[in-house]
């Protein structure tokens, strides 16, 4: 099983600043199976970044996903107040899926 | 409009049994994977299940292999989660959601249910 460990665990900002979200995996991961997810308080995970670096229908383009291998990275240019929430990795490899342990983007 | 509604969550005592649904509308179900994601209160998400277009073997979580068992009916747009032998940290929401294949990554949703396992 691929473990997903994401850095840091809380990130304290203020709007306007960028954000930069790692996800680290324990063994390679295809790039095309690295998508990021924006969970809000009582809302379901919505879906940022597909691929690793595909945005999602809708997504602002402040919003970015680069990276390969072990190493991945969400990147939100210009922090709005909107995005203060939790974001979360998520790999899928061999039928089975797995997601970090999410980083908490809070306002500074 | 692609919707995924969640219900059957409930209160269960351990070693209880419980079925949840999901109920699929706004787009072609029987082509699409499905699974299930649950969040316990105030962790992460974790992946549960999930069944392929075919309908045949689905793959689980070692988490809950053995005790849950994931099932559609694609002639009513269902997802099932037959959940047997409940414990505590079987406490959650469980959200099903809607997989994009060749990318394998969830691009939509339900709401969630809630199911409590307690004495």
């Known amino acids: 099983e691929i473990v997903l460990t994401q850095s840091p665990g809380t990130l304290s900002l203020s709007p306007g600043e960028r954000a930069t979200l790692s996800c680290r995996a324990s063994q390679s991961v295809s790039s095309n199976f690295l998508a990021w997810y924006q969970q809000k308080p009582g809302q379901a995970p919505r879906l940022l970044i597909y691929g690793a670096s595909s945005r999602a229908t809708g997504i602002p383009d402040r919003f970015s996903g680069s990276g390969s291998g072990t190493d991945f990275t969400l990147s939100i240019s210009r922090l709005e107040p909107e995005d203060f929430a939790v974001y979360y990795c998520?790999?899928?490899?061999?039928?089975?899926?797995?997601f970090g342990q999410g980083t908490k983007l809070e306002i500074k | 409009e692609v919707q995924l509604l969640e219900s059957g969550g409930n209160l269960v005592q351990p070693g209880g049994s419980l079925r949840l649904s999901c109920a699929a509308s706004g787009f072609a179900f029987s082509s699409y994977a499905i699974s299930w994601v649950r969040q316990a209160p105030g962790k992460g998400l974790e992946w549960v299940s999930v069944i392929y277009s075919g309908g045949n073997s689905p793959y689980y979580a070692d988490s809950v292999k053995g005790r849950f068992t994931m099932s559609r009916d694609n002639s009513k747009n269902t997802l099932y989660l037959q959940m047997n032998s409940l414990r505590a940290e079987d406490t959650a929401v469980y959200y099903c959601?809607?997989?994009?294949?060749?990318?394998?990554?969830?691009?939509?949703w339900g709401q969630g249910t809630l199911v409590t396992v307690s004495s």
């Open positions: 998520q790999q899928y490899g061999r039928s089975l899926y797995t």
């Open positions: 959601a809607r997989i994009r294949g060749s990318y394998w990554h969830f691009d939509y």
